[in-house]
């Protein structure tokens, strides 16, 4: 199987008013196409900041050194507008909360039509590419979903609609960061279900603090925080 994401000794350190401090230290990892790996740890052992550093949003404090490659291209030394061409397209990064992440003054069909035209959709394909991609995210009425603003959508829904959102770009690499966390376990289930089936020709990455969800992946890298 193809090799998209390659990460080999992977060190991020944060500059602080003490010193340096080592957030992640030595970290190796792959993930081929069509697995998913999930990432299981206690809080503060690092798994955001890893996702941050391979799609650079790291915060400004933060550096990471050793080297991370998709499908062959090393990220790290990427500019960020380099990376701005593949956040959202060639990789996807689905967070937790989607109702926190989408912009409340905007309703769904304002959030596709910008996703849309950003990846390429010609105008007169947008309205029927938004309605397919809802359905693919498991909802029945999608129109219906497309007038709402994210304050009237269930966790469950907003994080449907990230992932619809996510379906748009065709990714490559996908990392999902606690999706499933503030969700009742039905609706974690369902989520995780479309998440398998919606990606399955992709990478993913899934960090979650529940073993549940992350024994549903392919294989599993446990992370441990700094004594």
């Known amino acids: 199987m193809t090799k998209m994401l390659s990460v080999e000794n992977l060190t991020i350190r944060a500059k602080l008013d003490r010193g340096l401090s080592l957030i992640v230290e030595g970290l190796s990892f792959d993930v081929t196409r069509g697995t998913r790996l999930g990432i299981v740890g ?15 949003l790291l915060p400004h404090n933060c550096r990471a050194g050793g080297s991370a490659r998709l499908d062959g291209t090393e990220l790290l030394p990427l500019s960020q507008r380099e990376l701005r061409r593949l956040r959202g397209r060639e990789i996807v990064y689905i967070p937790q909360s989607g109702a926190d992440f989408l912009n409340p003054s905007m309703t769904v069909r304002l959030h596709f039509a910008e996703t849309l035209a950003r990846l390429g959709y010609a105008r007169s394909a947008r309205s029927g590419a938004m309605r397919e991609l809802l359905e693919q995210a498991g909802f029945s009425e999608p129109e219906s979903v497309l007038k709402k603003y994210p304050f009237q959508l269930s966790g469950g829904m907003a994080q449907r609609v990230l992932l619809a959102l996510a379906l748009a770009a065709k990714p490559k690499l996908v990392i999902a960061d606690e999706p499933t966390r503030g969700l009742h376990r039905d609706a974690a289930l369902k989520f995780m279900d479309l998440l398998e089936s919606s990606f399955s020709d992709c990478a993913v990455a899934i960090i979650t603090h529940d073993r549940t969800i992350a024994e549903r992946c392919d294989s599993v890298l446990e992370m441990r925080g700094h004594a």
Do not use: R, V
Not at 42 to 56: D, F, H, V
């Open 42 to 56: 206690e809080s503060g052992c690092g798994k955001t900041m890893t996702a941050l550093a391979l799609i650079g």
